[in-house]
């Protein structure tokens, strides 16, 4: 075929990606049922004026239409892999473990059932082998939720719903094109009516390895990426290549699942390579991927759809009943699953809600689109399938597709408006109303301002500030008849705007380089639990985000067993590090947002709920300062070391401001500027790496801090530091119980503990010990010790405590005193100086 005809094709096909998106929002449809209608138009018109007697003049143009290299490994190799890998980079994935229950449900269980269902109805009515029926309903089960993702989002839906639909269109893709794969060897193979024990037995290997093969070739691409950290056009090349080198490797070495190492690729870099790229570089990369699956989603559904009046010429009036068993198994299973299993879930508490009405909307939202098409097509040209069951799963898929393109997908809008989906509520439209006040308050002030700058004709500034006063005026009517909304339901919307706005600042100073890039992806997460959390829970579950916001939670807990237990200290380590960070970002985040309370809270929600915002404020500072200020006194050299970090990043991105404001003022030419930018870069790139926390010297700094231990020469502190254990607990955790015969004694290094025993208590701090005295006295003591504050601990056994207590005379005087405190005789404490510690 000649280039020059291939070349015009393929930038009329641009063309008319680039007409399709406007063209979909002028109609109101979807953009992929817009974008199938133009394929399917181009593919009849060629026909047509190739068949016709009309004129001979198109026929060229139409050959070369009808004969495009159009062919499944098109769409499986080139398109496919780019879909999926930019799908993961746009996910916020540590959000969506919160929800990965509905997400799994939907995305696996659903693909099987549906798989399952379309099989088994469609051998039960027709004389096609039971594999073949199965390799049908696999190729139909993957959906295309991406209208019903565009529509949720233009009405503001709930984040947590769009993270559900879309975890589903990507892991679903996966599921399927899996089980197709498998399916397909069977009834390439020629036999007809396997087990299913038989073919899922296959299902691991296609999983396990094409995961793994994913993850290797993600940490290589990003270990290489990390290395061009000065390259940014050689990270985006590396990127590009990731994706297709772990599909190929997948399918033609192993036999795995190449979607599936493919996805982890996608989520491995999403994970990891924040924390190793610029975050300029990510930025970039990201939006050079989503110009690519842009792109590929488009020509593959045009190229596919294409195809479509082929497959359908041989279409017979048995095959429209197998069509119409097919839609309705496939409807069917997926009621089952929204209706059934997922109200089931969350009976059991395993998931949580999701509404009717958008269980509605997700189910007639399921959409087929491009991926069954290439399935199908890939079907049709296997010279091992058989010649009438290629044409049946054609028409099959083809017209499956074409249901939920040209019936669902242009009634989608009319039924999201029917089930009220596109109305804000009450709670959202009042917040609307009173936003819309006070921005028209603030836009009077500054267009009064302008005018008088300005010095504008008086009498056309006073005819147009009457009519934007007519406006103000009904605005602040329409905010004032809110009045009837809850107190409850107003804190509830101040939280969620403060929740908005500290997320907003995190972006902002990430963008700056205040924040770290490492970093940037934990504290983002943490202000999106607090904005879901503000949603569903209110103040009770905006307060209990918080929290958990600077709590240990259970990695940490699993990172100091390994530490105590085993002596493995790298991962508490770097989470102790990660720790320090994010409390020294959370700090600088929130010591800004007062004035956003003050201001713009104030004006929309008035006096008494900023008071109240500003109060919660205050708590949550105090818990990043408590939390910080342990740390602090745990590890106080390497506190240290973080603020200097802190300080030289933040000098370094004033510099840049002033070098941009320069170049922008003429101030200084490209040459120079581009010279100084190369330093700047070069000496931020020297203090992006963190520095290293030792928890065996910062245990020696610890035991140093207490003065029980001056007296020691450097040879006992160090026998003693190999003796302390660290232990780390929560505030509330209990230490020793009344019951237990306490056998070590505790130093506390930071934090606060409570001491019960007889109807009395006793408060002890940092430097303050506890444990001693049923180790030294004879009879027992029902004691109980409670952690207040996250608290870290030395901690010695008896015979250790025994040898050191012999050693030590300030050790023996703080035991005595602490007895005589607690009204404790302890008499026959004595000296053994023949021992050390």
């Known amino acids: 075929m000649d280039i020059v005809v291939i070349t015009t094709i393929i930038a009329s096909l641009f063309l008319v990606i680039g007409v399709s998106e406007p063209l979909a929002a002028r109609l109101r449809l979807p953009y992929t049922v817009i974008l199938a209608l133009v394929g399917i138009l181009i593919g009849v018109g060629a026909l047509f004026f190739l068949r016709t007697d009309l004129t001979d003049v198109l026929n060229p143009v139409a050959e070369a239409i009808l004969g495009l290299p159009i062919k499944s490994n098109v769409f499986l190799y080139v398109f496919l892999p780019t879909l999926l890998f930019q799908a993961t980079l746009g996910m916020n994935l540590r959000r969506m473990i919160d929800d990965w229950v509905p997400i ?17 109805a469609l051998a039960s009515v027709s004389a096609l082998p039971l594999m073949a029926c199965l390799l049908v309903g696999a190729i139909v089960s993957t959906t295309d939720p991406s209208a019903v993702v565009s529509i949720f989002r233009s009405i503001s839906a709930p984040r947590r719903l769009s993270r559900i639909i879309e975890g589903e269109s990507l892991l679903n893709d996966a599921a399927a094109i899996a089980l197709f794969g498998l399916f397909m060897g069977f009834v390439m193979l020629g036999i007809p009516d396997p087990t299913l024990s038989d073919a899922f037995m296959q299902f691991p290997l296609l999983i396990i390895g094409g995961a793994l093969i994913g993850w290797l070739a993600a940490r290589c691409a990003v270990w290489v990426m990390a290395a061009f950290a000065r390259y940014e056009l050689a990270q985006i090349s590396i990127s590009v290549a990731l994706p297709y080198l772990a599909y190929i490797v997948a399918e033609q070495s192993v036999g795995a699942s190449g979607v599936i190492a493919v996805v982890v690729a996608g989520l491995t870099l999403n994970l990891t390579g924040p924390g190793r790229l610029s975050p300029q570089s990510w930025a970039n990369l990201r939006e050079v991927w989503e110009l690519l699956a842009h792109w590929a989603g488009a020509l593959i559904f045009i190229l596919a759809a294409l195809l479509i009046p082929r497959l359908l010429e041989e279409v017979r009036l048995g095959d429209l009943f197998l069509l119409v068993v097919v839609i309705l198994a496939a409807i069917a299973a997926r009621v089952v699953i929204l209706f059934g299993l997922l109200p089931l879930l969350t009976i059991l508490r395993i998931s949580p809600p999701v509404e009717r009405q958008y269980r509605v909307a997700i189910l007639w939202g399921g959409l087929r689109g491009a991926v069954t098409l290439a399935l199908a097509l890939a079907v049709t040209e296997s010279a091992r399938v058989p010649g009438e069951l290629q044409r049946v799963v054609g028409i099959l898929a083809t017209g499956f597709t074409l249901f939920t393109l040209m019936v669902q997908g242009t009634t989608l809008r009319t039924v999201i408006r029917r089930l009220g989906l596109d109305r804000l509520s009450p709670i959202e439209d009042a917040l609307s109303r009173q936003v819309v006040a006070v921005a028209l308050q603030t836009v009077r002030e500054d267009v009064a301002r302008t005018s008088e ?39 509830t919307l101040g939280l969620i705007a403060l929740a908005a706005f ?23 997460q943490n202000a999106d639990r607090l904005i879901e959390a503000a949603r569903t829970g209110g103040r009770t579950g905006y307060q209990r985000a918080a929290r958990r916001s600077v709590a240990y939670g259970k990695t940490f807990r699993t990172a100091v067993l390994l530490n105590s237990r085993l002596g493995i200290s790298f991962p508490l380590a770097r989470m102790t590090a990660d720790r320090f960070e994010q409390l020294l970002s959370q700090r600088l985040i929130l010591k800004d947002m007062g004035t956003f309370i003050e201001g713009r809270i104030r004006r929309i929600y008035g006096r008494r709920l900023a008071d109240l915002l500003q109060e919660m404020l205050t708590r949550r500072i105090e818990m990043v300062e408590t939390a910080l200020e342990g ?33 922008e003022d003429g101030l200084i030419g490209a040459e120079v500027h581009t010279t100084l930018m190369q330093d700047l870069t070069t000496r931020r790139a020297a203090i992006e790496d963190r520095p290293l926390l030792d928890l065996a010297l910062q245990r020696v700094e610890l035991i140093r801090q207490f003065p029980l231990f001056v007296d020691l020469d450097e040879a006992a502190v160090k026998r003693l530091c190999r003796a302390f254990k660290t232990q780390y607990a929560n505030a509330g955790d209990l230490l020793i119980t009344k019951d237990s015969a306490a056998k070590q004694v505790y130093f506390i290094a930071s934090g606060a503990v409570e001491l019960e025993s007889a109807g009395q208590s006793w408060r002890l701090g940092r430097g303050e010990m506890f444990g001693q005295m049923a180790i030294l006295i004879k009879k027992k003591i029902r004691v109980e010790a409670r952690a207040i504050a996250p608290s870290t601990f030395l901690v010695l056994d008896e015979h250790r405590f025994r040898r050191l207590l012999s050693r030590s005379a300030k050790l023996r005087s703080a035991v005595r005193a602490s007895a005589e405190k607690r009204g404790i005789d302890l008499e026959g404490l004595q000296a053994d100086q023949s021992h050390s510690p």
Do not use: C, W
């Open 104 to 120: 799994l449900t939907l995305a696996v269980v659903a693909v099987v059932v549906a798989t399952l269902s379309v099989g088994y």
């Open 453 to 491: 700058n300005y010095d504008l004709t008086h009498d056309i500034v006073r005819a147009e500030a009457k009519h934007f006063g007519e406006r103000l005026d009904t605005a602040v009517k329409l905010a004032e008849d809110a009045d009837d909304i809850l107190e409850r339901d107003r804190v």
């Open 631 to 663: 740390l602090r006194l745990q590890y106080p050299g390497y506190a240290e070391e973080l603020e200097r970090r802190f300080i030289r990043r933040t000098v370094l991105r004033i510099e840049e401001r002033e070098y941009n404001t320069m170049r």
């Open 502 to 524: 500290e997320r907003d600042m995190i972006l902002e100073r990430v963008r700056e380089r205040t924040i770290s890039a490492r970093m940037a992806e934990q504290v983002i």
